[in-house]
């Protein structure tokens, strides 16, 4: 995945990680104390594509890992960069690590 970072707070917990997975339905954050599940978080994507700002909660963490979180809101003005991003990343992904050849047409 791309380089993509998030600011988020949690409780009484502020932290800027990178993102590790990201989907329509949530997202995974490297960090190496993740808050307990259910914790509720506000995010504001730190990305290329413009102001992202979502509420998630917590639905697992992984110690010294990182935690997984589902979205529970996004702003309708913020959707269509979300959308955005998630296209960039689809892009990023499935590009080829390689340069592909063609061969010239005889």
């Known amino acids: ?24 339905g949530g997202l995974f954050l490297s960090t190496p104390v993740p808050p307990p599940v259910g914790t509720k978080a506000k995010l ?11 509420e998630a909660v917590v639905r697992h963490h992984v110690p010294g890992g990182g ?23 689809r892009t990023l992904s499935s590009s080829p690590k390689v340069p592909l050849f063609v061969a010239p047409p005889h």
């Not at 995945?1 to 329509?24: A, F, I, K, P, Q």
């Not at 979180?69 to 979300?82: E, S």
Request: some cysteine.
């Open 67 to 89: 935690l997984g979180l589902k979205f529970t809101a996004i702003t309708d003005k913020d959707c269509p960069q979300l959308v955005a991003l998630l296209n960039r990343i």
């Open 44 to 54: 504001d994507f730190l990305v290329q594509e413009g102001q992202i700002r979502a």
């Open 1 to 24: 995945m791309g380089d993509v970072w998030v600011y988020w707070h949690c409780e009484d917990m502020d932290d800027v990680s990178r993102v590790c997975d990201l989907s329509v």
